[in-house]
């Protein structure tokens, strides 16, 4: 285990962090965005960051598993 390989899920946590916090209501209203976003386009990006981070989660469990023996 690398630090590219580190640096790859550090990355994915971080994509799925950044598209949890743009999907909450106070995060947009401080960017000042010129339109609004729907609610289904709020809840899509939501549940397609958490989707992420349980991915990547689940990618770091197995593959610890794998190269613990």
Request: one cysteine or more.
């Amino acid at each position: 285990m690398d630090i590219i390989y580190w640096g790859k899920y550090i990355v994915m946590v971080l994509t799925g962090i950044l598209l949890i916090l743009l999907s909450l209501p106070e995060c947009l209203a401080s960017l000042n965005l010129a339109f609004k976003p729907r609610n289904w386009l709020l809840s899509f990006v939501r549940y397609f960051g958490g989707l992420i981070l349980i991915y990547s989660a689940y990618c770091i469990i197995i593959d610890a598993i794998i190269f613990r023996h």
